[in-house]
């Protein structure tokens, strides 16, 4: 946790993994950091973002946008 307040959590993480793109038939490897805030105990928004290494084209960056409800 990067900042605690009664409910509300703001967090750092890192991510990263493999992708396949099957239109382009293509492999890519990708790594990044996002952010998360917890709301209260069931609800969470977030964003993320990473970049990715294709074995066959450039790089580029995939970025999302990110709403948790848990029940």
Not at 31 to 54: C, E, F, P
Not at 61 to 71: C, Y
Request: aromatic share 12%.
């Amino acid at each position: 946790d990067l900042v605690r307040y009664s409910s509300e959590r703001l967090k750092l993480y890192a991510l990263g993994g493999g992708d396949r793109s099957w239109d382009a038939d293509d492999w890519a490897f990708g790594v990044g950091l996002g952010l998360g805030l917890s709301l209260t105990r069931n609800v969470s928004i977030g964003v993320d973002t990473r970049i990715r290494s294709w074995f066959s084209r450039e790089e580029d960056l995939q970025t999302r946008g990110l709403l948790n409800i848990s029940f």
